[in-house]
């Protein structure tokens, strides 16, 4: 059974950092892109980043470059997403999510798995 398990969200001020992981457990393959999707409510999910696992090549949508980070320990099957110069705006339910056909984009119709969701909340 694939699981992908989520932990370090929390609340921080505006200006502040915070790293999340996401440890994957019980895939069968190796090459998949991992990453991370926000949501807040009444607004559509957004692709924050991604990492594919095979050749290390990432993804940031542009309201998160510059600022966020995103890697992994592939020995420890753990996704890394360090947010700095966090805003207001980045307040959401950040999800963990596995697209295992590696298909192109990083979109919600491309997710096999998903995580349980950590809230992050910026103050201002």
């Known amino acids: 059974e694939v699981q992908l398990v989520e932990s370090g969200g929390g609340l921080v001020q505006a200006g502040g950092s915070l790293r999340l992981s996401c440890t994957a457990s019980?895939?069968?393959?190796?090459?998949?892109?991992i990453g991370w999707f926000r949501r807040v409510p009444g607004k559509e999910s957004e692709g924050v980043s991604c990492?594919?696992?095979?050749?290390?090549?990432?993804y940031y949508v542009d309201s998160v470059k510059g600022r966020f980070t995103i890697s992994s320990d592939n020995a420890k099957n753990t996704v890394y997403l360090q947010m700095n110069s966090l805003k207001p705006e980045d307040t959401a339910v950040y999800y963990c999510?596995?697209?295992?056909?590696?298909?192109?984009?990083?979109?919600?119709?491309?997710?096999?798995?998903w995580g349980q969701g950590t809230q992050v909340t910026v103050s201002s």
């Open positions: 990492i594919s696992r095979s050749d290390g090549n990432t």
């Open positions: 019980g895939f069968t393959f190796d090459d998949y892109v």
């Open positions: 999510a596995v697209d295992a056909n590696r298909g192109g984009r990083w979109s919600i119709d491309m997710i096999n798995y």
